[in-house]
């Protein structure tokens, strides 16, 4: 079956724009995770999402994050206003469940660049 | 809160030698222990996991990991490198019992396999 896909996989944005990331877990899976992998920061968690309960945004580095999971599938990542520290590649997972032995599976990032 | 330490950035090695990636971590509670792989340009695969039992954990693609409580440490080893294996390599855990399962990551080694 298909995997956890992501789109766009390379976003360049100027500095002060708004993006959105996109997330497609595999089907039947509960629990979609975001992380970032930069230069500085090395892979850090950003949200977890799991069925209908409030999300984990404990991760999220400033308000100019958020992200939203529509129907408990598909999920967006927003960043608004971004700035040159929000380059990075941005991952998402999915699971099975939130249980801690499910394996999570990564999709192969969004790329994001900003001027 | 916990932390993972990946002593080594770059590990180069030679084709058909054997190579050690070292990992520790500090945890006020006990941990699942995870080691992933991320080839140029893909997303994370996940090579094993050590969740309990017998300490010896084998992967994918011929790796293995040794879990010592003692030393807080969960290194990998492959007892022979292909070229293939030319990637970098993260180490990673969950807090047991903790909401929201978020993996934790190293810093990552890169392991550059020379023929």
């Known amino acids: 079956g298909a995997g956890v896909s992501q789109s766009p996989s390379n976003k360049v944005t100027e500095k002060g724009k708004d993006v959105e990331l996109r997330c497609d877990p595999i089907?039947?899976?509960?629990?979609l995770y975001w992380y970032r992998q930069s230069l500085g920061q090395g892979l850090e968690f950003l949200i977890y999402?799991?069925?209908?309960?409030?999300?984990?945004k404990s991760g999220l580095p400033s308000d100019r994050f958020s992200a939203e999971r529509t129907g408990g599938s598909v999920s967006t990542l927003t960043i608004q206003r971004t700035q040159q520290e929000d380059s990075a590649v941005y991952l998402c997972?999915?699971?099975?469940?939130?249980?801690?032995?499910?394996?999570?599976?990564f999709g192969p990032g969004t790329r994001l660049t900003v001027l | 809160a916990q932390s993972v330490t990946q002593l080594d950035s770059q590990v180069p090695v030679f084709e058909e030698a054997p190579v050690e990636l070292r990992c520790n971590y500090s945890?006020?509670?006990?941990?699942?222990l995870f080691w992933y792989v991320q080839y140029p340009n893909q997303g994370l695969q996940l090579l094993l996991k050590?969740?309990?039992?017998?300490?010896l954990v084998k992967g994918i693609n011929g790796f293995e990991a040794e879990f010592n409580k003692s030393q807080t440490s969960f290194h990998l080893r492959k007892p022979s490198v292909h070229i293939s294996d030319t990637a970098e390599y993260f180490c990673?855990?969950?807090?047991?019992?903790?909401?929201?399962?978020?993996?934790?990551f190293g810093g990552g080694t890169r392991v550059l396999v020379k023929p």
């Open positions: 945890s006020s509670v006990s941990v699942y």
């Open positions: 999402f799991q069925g209908n309960s409030a999300p984990d």
């Open positions: 997972a999915s699971s099975r469940t939130s249980g801690s032995i499910d394996e999570q599976f």
């Open positions: 050590y969740l309990s039992g017998s300490t």
């Open positions: 990673a855990v969950i807090q047991i019992k903790a909401a929201g399962n978020k993996l934790t």
């Open positions: 089907s039947g899976h509960t629990a």
